[in-house]
């Protein structure tokens, strides 16, 4: 039985994207599957759970690959507060592994990230806020301006921050943080996009505009991917700027 005070809170599914080989990091000399790297005291991926769990979560669902062993038995000895699910498959990329997991997120909305995408939990929170109590959209996606990314997706949005494309072309004032929340309404274009060969998660995004719907952009200062051993540091002084 959920406690009394988690069931208040809950309120959409979560979804983290841990299938990836973290092949630059292991080039550089780290042990570590990249998910379970530390941030201070927690590793990654326990870090964003922990947020989750803060953040209204009714469930959180991960995928991983199948080499990574030692994540796995991790994932498995926690013990969150609300359904924790776990895939293992290997995928060919991160719009595969969405596929993987939406079975788990049909029936309410979700918020969707890589493990690697390293937020504030403050501007976190207002984003889910915002998502939470707008009914009117199908998508919420976090952008920022702040680039630090070796291929980022640009994001092409209206004065009103209504999304109408995605490029990799520059041009734009916002990029893709990797953060997406969406309503159940996309997984059909999901499903579609599996089915016809596309390949890249970017491609499904610009799918859901040319598709007709509406997704708005969110503006965080700051999200960070932890790419390479360097963006460790860099990571933990953007999240832990006083210690």
Do not use: W
Not at 8 to 13: A, D, L, P
Not at 72 to 99: A, D, R
Not at 141 to 151: C, G, L, N
Not at 161 to 171: D, E, M, Q, V
């Amino acid at each position: 039985m959920p406690k009394v005070g988690i069931h208040k809170r809950t309120s959409m599914h979560y979804a983290i994207i841990a299938a990836g080989e973290g092949s630059r990091l292991l080039r550089e000399g780290m042990s570590l599957p990249k998910p379970l790297v530390r941030l201070g005291e927690k590793a990654m991926i326990d870090r964003l759970i922990g947020i989750f769990v803060n953040n209204k979560a009714r469930s959180v669902s991960v995928i991983v690959n199948e080499q990574m062993v030692q994540l796995q038995k991790h994932l498995s000895e926690l013990n969150p507060e609300i359904p924790l699910n776990i895939v293992v498959k290997s995928t060919p990329s991160s719009m595969h592994s969405f596929y993987e997991l939406s079975s788990f997120l049909h029936d309410d909305k979700f918020c969707l990230t890589t493990v690697d995408t390293i937020f504030r939990e403050d501007e976190f929170s207002r984003y889910i806020d915002a998502f939470s109590e707008n009914d009117d959209i199908d998508g919420l996606m976090a952008v920022t301006s702040y680039i630090d990314d070796e291929k980022p997706l640009f994001v092409n949005v209206d004065d009103r921050l209504k999304i109408n494309g995605f490029t990799s072309n520059p041009g734009s004032k916002y990029i893709s943080g990797g953060i997406y929340c969406l309503s159940p309404n996309v997984l059909p274009v999901l499903k579609q996009a599996v089915e016809n060969g596309m390949s890249r998660m970017r491609n499904f995004q610009q799918q859901m505009v040319e598709s007709g719907f509406h997704l708005q952009a969110f503006p965080f200062e700051k999200i960070i991917d932890v790419d390479h051993i360097e963006d460790i540091k860099k990571a933990e002084k953007f999240i832990y700027p006083e210690e």
